[in-house]
């Protein structure tokens, strides 16, 4: 795998309310506006969904009970990261990855909580 040093990364955050029927609007996004790492919250997909993106790695958190929901980072190849495990909850969804950037370690996650739910102190703690 081929890495690359950023000094500047462009990362964006997205609300896709389902991803689903937006995939082609995804991918021309992030290709036009170079996006290094993009957010989604509400992808609305199932592990049955498949979601490939050339040139980026998917690290993703589905809903497993009812629809909607759900989370992805989709992140450039070539930048050196790796997935976290982040604690399960059942009103906090989560995906995290650790990124090398100038040598130092950046934690991003994409996370969303249903704004009918309530958030538990315990959905915000480092459980490991």
Known sequence: METQSHKNLTLANWNANSICNKKIELIQFLYSHQIDILCVTETHLKE???IFIPGYT???KDRQTIKGGGVLIAIKSNLTHYPINTPTSINLESVAI???I???PWLIIAAYKSPCQKLCANSL???R
Request: charged share 40%; aromatic share 6%; glycine share 6%.
């Open 58 to 60: 998917i690290y993703r």
């Open 48 to 50: 049955k969904n498949k």
């Open 125 to 127: 703690k480092n459980q």
């Open 98 to 100: 650790n990124v090398e």
């Open 102 to 104: 100038g040598n130092k």
